[in-house]
């Protein structure tokens, strides 16, 4: 006799109904679809070439930016819409984009000379040392005169004539030279500096309009086996630096930021004219 025939036969033998419960044990299925999560820490360089204002590609090779402490875009749409005035919903019946803008921010940690001159829209001119350099300007107690370029070393300076003597009558710094309270000279009186002055890279801001870079970023995803990521960004219109840090406490950075134009080069169904993701598959 099995369970459900004893079942049976203590039901024919009770007089009164008897109520039987009957407790079933489930268990939860859980989630069982494959996951395609794919996490993302990104390393890499940046590196930026000039776009050609005739043909819109990259023009002189590309050089690596340097250090960056992150590197972003970002994509907005303007949209028109049409409100629903029929029916009382007050809601959104139609919309279009009429709009569509991609913007990259780079934080640079490398300020150097051609990073600067690319947040500035300027040049960078390589002035050799010099020496025997000849510059004239009026000294007063108290001033300083700044002769151009950075100086490497003070031959002479003359006024009426008559040598001054360097810890007395001036003291030089690398970009200016100060006349003491105590110097020997009056006041606007015409001095003459003879001197030395250092190889620089000297950036001339505001001196070519906008600048286009085609900018690479070619890094890993340390969060998924280290594998190689390419974002090409054809075209980058760069906006001027909001600010250029002087002093600081710690180690400088600059915000380099710019819009994307359609690239003139890239044509073909499917291609975005933008920017392209490439991600190596792990096989």
């Not at 989630?31 to 996490?39: A, E, H, L, V």
């Not at 993302?40 to 990259?58: E, F, H, M, R």
């Not at 900018?215 to 340390?222: L, M």
Request: with cysteine; aromatic share 6%; glycine share 10%.
């Amino acid at each position: 006799m099995d369970s459900l025939d004893l079942l049976r036969l203590i039901l024919t033998k009770q007089k009164t109904p008897t109520k039987i419960i009957i407790k079933v044990k489930t268990m939860a299925i859980g989630f069982n679809s494959p996951t395609d999560t794919i996490g993302y820490v990104g390393n890499g360089a940046a590196i930026a070439s000039l776009v050609s204002k005739t043909t819109g590609k990259p023009v002189g090779g590309f050089a690596n930016l340097g250090m960056l402490s992150s590197a972003s875009f970002s994509i907005t749409n303007d949209k028109v819409e049409m409100q629903d005035t029929m029916s009382g919903t007050m809601g959104v019946v139609m919309s279009k984009t009429v709009k569509t803008t991609v913007e990259v921010t780079l934080n640079l940690k490398s300020l150097s000379p051609e990073n600067v001159a690319r947040g500035t829209s300027g040049t960078v001119v390589r002035d050799a040392a010099a020496t025997g350099k000849i510059f004239t300007d009026l000294a007063y107690k108290g001033k300083s005169i700044v002769p151009d370029g950075v100086i490497a070393s003070v031959e002479s300076i003359e006024a009426d004539g008559l040598a001054l003597v360097e810890g007395e009558d001036y003291m030089v710094s690398d970009g200016h030279i100060y006349f003491p309270e105590t110097t020997s000279i009056e006041d606007g009186t015409e001095v003459t500096v003879t001197y030395s002055t250092s190889a620089t890279k000297r950036v001339e801001a505001l001196t070519t309009g906008d600048v286009e870079l085609c900018i690479v970023f070619d890094g890993r995803n340390f969060a998924y086996e280290n594998t190689p990521v390419k974002v090409t960004m054809y075209n980058v219109s760069l906006s001027p630096l909001s600010q250029r840090q002087l002093i600081g406490s710690d180690f400088g950075e600059m915000e380099l930021k710019g819009t994307l134009q359609l690239a003139r080069h890239v044509t073909g169904t499917g291609l975005s004219r933008y920017f392209k993701e490439e991600h190596v598959e792990i096989a």
